[in-house]
């Protein structure tokens, strides 16, 4: 049995205060949540202190949204990965197609990212997806693969059963295009195949594979149905408690 997972991404969204808000409101409803669905919350760096204090004891855990890709030094503005596994961060969310296009980030970085996050025991949640052009050219399967192939292709084996793979086309990202469920198993079972010819049918196996894109309430259950799809890297949605509560539901 795989992990199933909710993974609210907070992206540049709320303040510190209103982040506390939020995830307190999110706590307060954490019991109607049934079974062993994995919560996570990715805010911004500036909330991640105040947020991991409020959710000490409960089982809802904290991500970063990224972290530098050199261990310290002169690297203005970065946050490195021992900054955040000394404040009790768990996850790393790596490679999110903001930061491929805003930030310009190389399958180089984005690999160096990886290895930090895993060496020092975080789990990275890493991203991949097409854009629209290239799903209309109908060459999606290969980008996702090639991203797959320069960064977490890289890694051993059993660093890689510790990477929680997030598939977000980037049509589908912020613009209430969802894809349909058929759309995402498709692309999550050509993922897991994929894996499983890397290395093993073991290891694509135990391999969480989140949808992302446009994700809410009223699609998770249909989409979080598919057999490949582990959970959601959900963006919007997870802005408001009601949503991510009903997402996280959605198992
Ligand atoms: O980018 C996403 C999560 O990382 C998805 O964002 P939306 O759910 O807002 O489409």
Redesign the pocket.
């Known amino acids: 049995m795989r992990k199933k997972i909710a ?1 609210g ?1 907070w ?1 540049m969204n709320t303040t510190p205060a209103e982040g506390v808000k939020l995830v307190s409101e999110i706590l307060g409803k954490v019991s109607e949540v049934e079974g062993d669905v994995e919560l996570i919350v ?1 805010p911004p760096y500036t909330h991640l202190a105040t947020i991991l204090d409020k959710v000490k004891g409960s089982r809802i855990m904290v991500g970063a949204q990224n972290c530098a890709w050199e261990l310290s030094g002169a690297f203005t503005g970065e946050i490195s990965i021992t900054t955040l596994k000394e404040m009790g961060v768990t996850h790393v ?1 790596i490679g ?3 930061r491929r296009e805003f930030f310009h980030e190389s399958d180089e970085m984005m690999l160096k990212k990886v290895r930090l996050t895993l060496s020092h025991g975080l789990i990275p949640i890493f ?1 991949i997806g097409e854009k629209l052009a290239e799903r209309e050219k109908g060459i999606q399967f290969e980008v996702v693969v090639k991203q797959m192939e320069k960064v977490v292709y890289q890694l051993s084996e059993d660093d890689l059963k510790k990477v929680i793979i ?1 598939y ?1 086309p980037v049509w ?5 295009k ?1 894809a349909t469920p058929e759309q995402a198993q498709d692309m999550h079972g050509f993922i897991r195949n994929s894996i499983s010819k890397q290395y093993s049918s073991a290891v694509a196996n135990t391999i969480p594979i989140l949808y ?5 309430g009223a699609n998770a259950k249909e989409i979080f149905s598919m057999p490949d799809v582990d959970g ?7 802005l408001s408690v009601s949503e991510y509560i009903e997402i996280a539901k959605s198992f």
């Open positions: 993974a991404n992206k990715c969310i999110h197609s903001e991203c997030a977000e589908a990202i912020g613009t209430g969802t992302g894109g446009s994700v809410k959601g890297l959900i963006g919007g949605a997870s």
